[in-house]
């Protein structure tokens, strides 16, 4: 089992940022199994929709909505992914929820579990 936990939403005016953090912990064989982390939202009314993730190799992904604003990172020692939402439109208005992708069997990426956290509320007022 993976617990995942969300933190640095907040309200800011239209063109500000915010830095969101998730941290993983578990079992040291949970933990060392984590292979892609990221971030999702859900606005009112709306379906849950990827905003950017980012593999165990660095690698990262980002929506095309992102337009640069957003950047993601991650401390794999300290199993934390963050993002830095800069530029912010009242339509990032959202729920943002962090998604953590855990493979116990590397040979078989069917084993793959994902597990989210209980979400960080963003508000952006115009």
């Known amino acids: 089992q993976v617990q995942v936990v969300e933190s640095g939403g907040g309200l800011v005016q239209a063109g500000g940022s915010l830095r969101l953090s998730c941290a993983a912990s578990?079992?040291?064989?949970?933990?060392?199994?984590?292979?892609?982390m990221g971030w999702y939202r859900q606005a009112p009314g709306k379906q849950r929709e990827l905003v950017a993730s980012?593999?165990?190799?660095?690698?990262?992904n980002y929506a095309d909505f992102v337009e640069g604003r957003f950047t993601i990172s991650r401390e794999s020692t300290k199993n934390m992914v963050y993002l830095q939402m800069n530029s912010l439109k009242p339509e990032d208005t959202a729920l943002y929820y962090c998604?953590?992708?855990?493979?116990?069997?590397?040979?078989?990426?069917?084993?793959?579990?994902?597990?989210w956290g209980q979400g960080t509320q963003v508000t952006v007022s115009s």
């Open positions: 578990g079992s040291s064989g949970s933990i060392s199994t984590i292979d892609r």
């Open positions: 998604a953590v992708d855990r493979i116990p069997n590397p040979y078989d990426p069917n084993t793959a579990l994902r597990y």
């Open positions: 980012i593999a165990n190799g660095g690698s990262t």
